[in-house]
């Protein structure tokens, strides 16, 4: 599918490229168009081809990580991990704590979360699961004190 979206947009891009790209893109097909354009717009202002170092590049400028997280993701996640200990933590709440819309999360960050194990929907609420706190790199001490890793 990238491989034809590139040809629509006149880019070439090396295979392993598009690869990562996918990789990226939570396997939605609207995402992975969304992160070749930006590659691609990445690729004409800085000169270069749409190569790995490009598009790496590109996705960490844009703010994409290996997974697929993206600004909002890490927001949310963050504030599951380090202002709610983890969780529990309600819909409402978690909203307010991210300048985001309950509605927002729940539709668009919170299934994409919950499909690759980084959170976990309870009565209670929402709460991060280890793969998130290894993701984001912090550990949680016998104490409930938080330290960063990084």
Same mark, same amino acid.
């Not at 990789?23 to 992160?35: D, E, F, Q, V």
């Not at 590109?58 to 997280?69: F, I, Q, R, S, T």
């Given at each position: 599918?990238?491989?034809?979206?590139?040809?629509?947009?006149?880019?070439?891009?090396?295979?392993?490229?598009? @690869?990562?790209?996918?990789?990226?893109?939570?396997?939605?097909?609207?995402?992975?168009?969304?992160?070749?354009?930006?590659?691609?717009?990445?690729?004409?202002? @800085?000169?270069?081809?749409?190569?790995?170092?490009?598009?790496?590049?590109?996705?960490?400028?844009?703010?994409?990580?290996?997974?697929?997280?993206?600004?909002?993701?890490?927001?949310?996640?963050?504030?599951?991990?380090?202002?709610?200990?983890?969780?529990?933590?309600?819909?409402?709440?978690?909203?307010?704590?991210?300048?985001?819309?309950?509605?927002?999360?729940?539709?668009?960050?919170?299934?994409?979360?919950?499909?690759?194990?980084?959170? +976990?929907? +309870?009565?209670?609420?929402?709460?991060?699961?280890?793969?998130?706190?290894? @993701?984001?790199?912090?550990?949680?001490?016998?104490?409930?004190?938080?330290?960063?890793?990084?």
């Amino acid at each position: 599918m990238l491989a034809r979206a590139a040809r629509m947009l006149e880019l070439e891009i090396e295979p392993a490229a598009r @690869h990562e790209i996918a990789s990226r893109s939570r396997g939605t097909p609207r995402i992975a168009n969304r992160l070749l354009r930006r590659v691609r717009d990445y690729a004409i202002v @800085h000169a270069s081809g749409a190569d790995m170092p490009a598009v790496q590049s590109a996705l960490e400028l844009y703010d994409v990580d290996a997974v697929g997280l993206d600004r909002l993701d890490r927001a949310v996640l963050d504030a599951v991990v380090t202002r709610f200990d983890g969780g529990p933590v309600g819909l409402n709440t978690l909203a307010v704590s991210v300048g985001e819309e309950p509605e927002t999360i729940e539709s668009v960050v919170e299934p994409f979360l919950v499909r690759i194990g980084m959170l +976990t929907r +309870t009565p209670r609420g929402r709460v991060a699961t280890r793969r998130a706190w290894d @993701h984001l790199g912090v550990r949680r001490s016998t104490s409930g004190v938080l330290f960063d890793d990084v």
